[in-house]
């Protein structure tokens, strides 16, 4: 089993960067495939961004695609979201997820995640 706890969250403006980081625990963090979601209030859970267990491949959305980027560091089992060029709809709380995972591929969608975070709240004013 892993833990994960986001944190990095805040208040920006439209335009700046924030970036977001995902602490697992456990020694096994090389095993899980992960993934960042959002969720803002009164909508349902979105997929932002995905990498695979060796950061080989990471996918994304036509929304985030060019102005986020996720990478991890297996040594400090932590994922990493590079947000840049924030607008008011990125605003939402942000979940960190891990998927066990034995292929190297990325995983979209909610259902293919075993594990998440407590969240993380990312405000962008206009």
């Known amino acids: 089993q892993v833990q994960l706890v986001e944190s990095g969250g805040g208040l920006v403006q439209a335009g700046d960067s924030l970036r977001l980081s995902c602490a697992a625990s456990?020694?096994?963090?090389?095993?899980?495939?992960m993934g960042w979601f959002r969720q803002a209030p009164g909508k349902e859970r979105a997929f932002v961004a995905a990498i695979n267990r060796s950061a080989t491949s990471t996918y994304y959305p036509d929304s985030v695609k060019g102005r986020f980027t996720i990478s991890r560091d297996n040594a400090k089992n932590t994922v990493y979201l590079q947000m840049n060029s924030l607008k008011p709809e990125d605003t939402a709380v942000y979940y960190c997820?891990?998927?066990?995972?034995?292929?190297?591929?990325?995983?979209?969608?909610?259902?293919?995640?075993?594990?998440w975070g407590q969240g993380t709240q990312v405000t962008v004013s206009s």
């Open positions: 997820a891990a998927r066990r995972a034995t292929d190297w591929g990325v995983a979209r969608t909610i259902a293919e995640y075993d594990y």
């Open positions: 456990g020694r096994t963090f090389s095993s899980y495939a």
